[in-house]
């Protein structure tokens, strides 16, 4: 038997990418909790693992930058 992959999930989670790159800094964190709990259903979809990347360096540098507070 043959599974078919939802393409809701990959139609999502690019729109999660899209978010990464665009996202307030304060909208940062709670992006990133959204990105990890999709994560924990699906730890293969390689467009989650890139918004999670994304948002974690962005973070990085606004925290070494003195942007927002640790």
């Known amino acids: 038997m043959i599974f078919k992959r939802k393409t809701d ?3 999502e ?3 999660y990418l899209k978010k ?4 307030s800094p304060k909208g940062l964190k709670k992006l990133l909790k959204q990105i ?10 390689h467009d ?9 360096s962005r973070l990085a540098s606004m925290r070494d930058s003195g942007k927002i507070p640790l």
């Open 20 to 23: 990464a790159g665009k996202c």
């Open 9 to 11: 999930t990959k139609t």
């Open 13 to 15: 989670s690019k729109e």
């Open 36 to 45: 990890e709990a999709e994560l924990r259903g699906n730890e293969n979809d």
């Open 48 to 56: 989650l693992l890139i918004a999670k990347t994304i948002i974690t």
